[in-house]
């Protein structure tokens, strides 16, 4: 009789010390791909507003269950440090990083409604104590995320604290202040000649799909609800991209009510023909969890199993991961979905009664589940006839995609290690003093100098 976690049985009990050692998983597969988590706990410090749906808490509450399943046995656990300045001018524009950098509830009383509006502040983008320093630090996670890929250190790299697709260059939007994403893919490409974005988020990856509209180095890819209303109003099947990145956007628009074996048949029918023709070399999958069922804001019927059935299809192709969260506004379920979309990545199988140790026990009643039922609640407008015309329209589009375009690439810059400047003046200044004449030395106060990047 199984007796995952600890759990008692009908004919034996374990004693605590037992209980305490015992994973609350199980293996699957004993060539586990390397996977990396990056976390830094003060991100979920942050508060949109009493009223606004983006809790940053639900980040504490999946950490939680992460810890209470003794996932992070299986995995490389890293405390990245925020994003800098310069790093967010890869992409967005220098009068909007001041604006962020600047901004705070007292000051922006002062501000005319036409400063406001034309850095698109209001009810989904309000200004909040810290908006900057929140930004940089889930912006800095996946950074690091897409540094450790690079460097051939992790396969699949987590950061559930990104995945903000809305951001655009020069504005918030959608909750979204900087696009941490459009910064991982631009660091990813030094490197890597195709990028795959794939995002399952309720809503279009629209500050994605814009960055990178006109080049044939990222496919995005987006399923999410359409109907020409619904936030933020793109992601029409017939936005397929411009000039070089023609047929390089692909989006899947969905009604209402989509269910589980719809949603995957569909997914996998997109996804396989999409990998072998593009070619990646890397994939980013944004997994935004308010395509669940029961979300505050949400309106598909998809249980956790069949969300995270799209991330274990992705990961089968063995391409490496970049792996970011996303929206998600009912927070137990959000935490429920990447808690066990972590283990899908680390080829575990977790018991699907949540530990009862953990301070959050609560927030999971009532029935302690890992799987709550989500489906069912709204009727499912995707009849199969439209689906398949979608699918059609898609693997037409498929037809007149280069195959694995090739491109040039440009020289490396040295700087992916994620050191500051500061920090590699410092190295430079340490070198030069030394006496030793041996390489190592100056590795070792490389590696000594990372005091923002700790393996923990």
Not at 428 to 439: A, F, G, H, I, Y
Request: hydrophobic content about 35%.
């Amino acid at each position: 009789m199984s007796n995952i976690g600890g759990h008692d049985t009908a004919t034996f009990s374990t004693d605590v010390k037992t209980t305490e050692r015992t994973p609350f998983y199980e293996s699957i597969s004993s060539k586990s791909p390397n996977v990396s988590y990056h976390f830094n706990p003060d991100v979920s410090k942050y508060h949109f507003g009493p009223h606004h749906p983006m809790k940053p808490f639900r980040l504490k509450l999946t950490d939680h269950l992460m810890l209470s399943y003794k996932l992070y046995e299986k995995m490389d656990l890293y405390a990245p440090r925020r994003a800098t300045k310069d790093e967010f001018l890869e992409f967005h524009s220098d009068d909007y990083v001041n604006f962020l950098q600047s901004v705070t509830p007292e000051n922006s009383q002062k501000l005319t409604n036409q400063i406001l509006a034309q850095f698109n502040i209001g009810d989904d983008c309000p200004i909040f104590d810290g908006m900057y320093d929140y930004s940089a630090i889930y912006s800095g996670a996946s950074l690091d995320a897409s540094r450790k890929l690079i460097a051939g250190m992790s396969d699949i790299a987590i950061n559930w604290s990104g995945g903000l697709h809305h951001a655009k260059k020069s504005e918030p939007s959608g909750f979204c202040y900087v696009n941490d994403i459009v910064l991982s893919i631009l660091n990813l490409l030094r490197v890597h000649p195709r990028i795959m974005y794939i995002d399952i988020d309720l809503h279009h990856g629209d500050g994605v799909q814009e960055a990178f509209f006109l080049t044939d180095r990222v496919m995005t890819v987006s399923f999410h609800m359409y109907n020409g209303e619904f936030f933020p109003g793109t992601g029409s099947i017939d936005e397929i991209g411009l000039q070089k990145g023609k047929n390089y956007a692909v989006n899947v628009p969905l009604k209402d009510g989509i269910d589980d074996d719809s949603y995957i048949r569909l997914f996998k029918s997109i996804i396989e023909p999409l990998i072998v023709k593009f070619q990646p070399s890397c994939i980013v999958q944004q997994c935004g969890a308010d395509s669940l069922g029961y979300d505050r804001l949400g309106c598909f019927n998809l249980n956790i199993r069949a969300h995270g059935e799209c991330v274990k299809f992705v990961k089968s192709f063995g391409i490496p991961m970049l792996v970011l969260g996303g929206g998600g506004y009912t927070p137990r379920n959000v935490s429920r979905l990447w808690c066990y979309e972590t283990s899908v990545l680390n080829d575990v199988t977790l018991d699907p009664k949540i530990p009862n140790f953990i301070p959050t026990y609560d927030w999971f009643g009532p029935d302690y589940s890992l799987h709550p039922q989500l489906d069912g609640r709204l009727e499912n407008k995707n009849s199969r006839k439209y689906l398949e015309s979608v699918k059609q329209e898609i693997l037409e589009q498929l037809r007149y995609l280069n195959y694995a375009p090739s491109v040039q690439m440009q020289e490396i810059p040295p700087d992916i290690t994620g050191l500051t400047q500061e920090e590699e003046d410092l190295i430079k200044e340490l070198n030069e003093n030394s006496d030793e004449p041996d390489e190592r030395s100056s590795q070792k106060i490389k590696d000594e100098s990372r005091t923002t990047e700790l393996a923990l």
